[in-house]
């Protein structure tokens, strides 16, 4: 992956990051796995993506591991291929795009978020691949 492309994304983050602490929201976990997703994919040499496309959807659960376990099962249902999971990340892709699929628990009873982020070349194939794998997320079952 072209540097200019991981300091434009890790400065978009950042930005993310500061803002949403601003509002009150802790991002350390979604910090940790989207930091670990770029550091895995500066090392994926096939990789000449150009666009990365990530959103949050509310998991009908308050188990950040059951949320993993429905992450691992989305990627499944989605048709991903040479799927990878681990504990904090499920990875696999498309024909043209890089998916990875991370929960956040929030605690206190809340619902934990499932968060997408997907690479790819083209920026619509990003975005329409990040909106139907979080439309899968959201109505998975518990």
Partial sequence: MPDWIVSKTVARLSLVVRLKQQQ????????????????MLSFAGAVEAAFLQWGRALVPTTSEPRCMQIAADVARRSGLQNIHAG???????????????????????????????????????AISTRDRIKS????SGP
């Fill in 24 to 39: 009150g929201i802790a991002m350390k976990p979604l910090t940790i796995a989207v930091g670990v997703s770029l550091f």
């Fill in 87 to 125: 504990s904090v990340e499920v990875t696999g892709n498309t024909i043209d795009a890089f998916v990875v699929l991370t929960c956040v628990g929030r605690g206190a009873g809340n619902q934990s978020f499932g968060i997408v982020m997907v690479v790819a070349d083209a920026n619509d194939v």
């Fill in 136 to 139: 899968i997320f959201q109505t």
